[in-house]
């Protein structure tokens, strides 16, 4: 089972893997971990890793590789555990999320990338949060997080202030914006920025709307500053990522 999201530039990028059967070494920062059914491992691609089976020959894994958007972010937060490895319990939801983010690659529309960024985000959320379990300073993710993540996902293209995400959280806007980006990683400005910017990459690639109506279709008034965020995340303005994309 495997998957490149392939999201933004090349450098950085992420590989998580997930032992779903059989047993496997990974050889990262001088260290060796000894892989079995449950484990996982988040790393750094620009770092050297080497990852293989044990001498049963026998080592059955999921894995994504991904790069762009929020990716850093999300890869920090992991990393202050200390080390890549993750022993998931048996409850954990990640294998379920590696499949649907399979399942949802392997038919190209133009939600595709939208939904996949939708569940890269919550696999990334659940790394983080169980990479944490047992430290004083973290918890599980509050529910009012989880419910505006999934209300922002539905409405990101509507113009509501932090006020009005705090004000249906029940909670000040200070610890609204601090415990969002504590689970998140990111604002939560940024993370429908984010949003927007999915949905507008998908719009670029599989219709031929004007930049200008793609720019009011996903929530921002003026094309210009549409233009400015797309170009400040990708690294190239709209039209050029159109070109690009029609190339292929």
């Known amino acids: ?11 950085p990028s992420y590989l998580v893997v997930y032992t779903v059967s059989g047993e496997g070494v990974l050889d990262y920062g001088g260290q060796s971990y000894k892989l079995g059914a449950g484990s996982l491992f988040f790393i750094d ?38 080390d890549p490895l993750l022993r998931l319990q048996r409850e954990s939801p990640v294998l379920g999320l590696l499949r649907s983010l399979i399942d949802v690659h392997e038919q190209t529309t133009p939600y595709t990338e939208l939904l996949g960024a939708k569940l890269l985000t919550e696999l990334v959320t659940e790394l983080i949060v169980s990479a944490h379990i047992g430290d004083s300073t973290s918890s599980a993710v509050p529910a009012f997080i989880s419910t505006t993540i999934r209300e922002m996902e539905r409405s990101y293209a509507e113009r509501i202030r932090l006020d009005d ?18 689970h998140v990683g990111m604002s939560p400005n940024e993370y429908v920025i984010y949003l927007r ?37 990708e690294g190239i303005t709209p039209f050029a990522f159109r070109k690009k994309w029609n190339t292929h």
């Not at 089976?53 to 200390?82: I, M, P």
């Not at 990459?201 to 965020?229: C, R, W």
Request: aromatic share 16%.
């Open 197 to 233: 910017i999915v949905r507008a990459k998908e719009l670029l690639k599989y219709t031929g709307m004007p930049i200008a109506t793609i720019a009011e279709e996903v929530g921002i008034d003026h094309v210009s500053q549409f233009i400015n965020l797309f170009k400040a995340r």
């Open 1 to 11: 089972m495997r998957l490149i999201l392939q999201n933004g530039s090349i450098s």
């Open 45 to 82: 691609c620009m770092e050297y890793q080497h990852y293989r089976t044990l001498r049963s020959g026998h080592w059955e894994f999921a894995w994504v590789h991904f790069y762009g958007g929020a990716s850093s972010h999300y890869y920090d937060l992991y990393a202050k555990k200390g």
């Open 165 to 182: 995400w705090a004000r249906g959280a029940a909670v000040s806007k200070y610890h609204f914006i601090r415990e969002f980006k504590k």
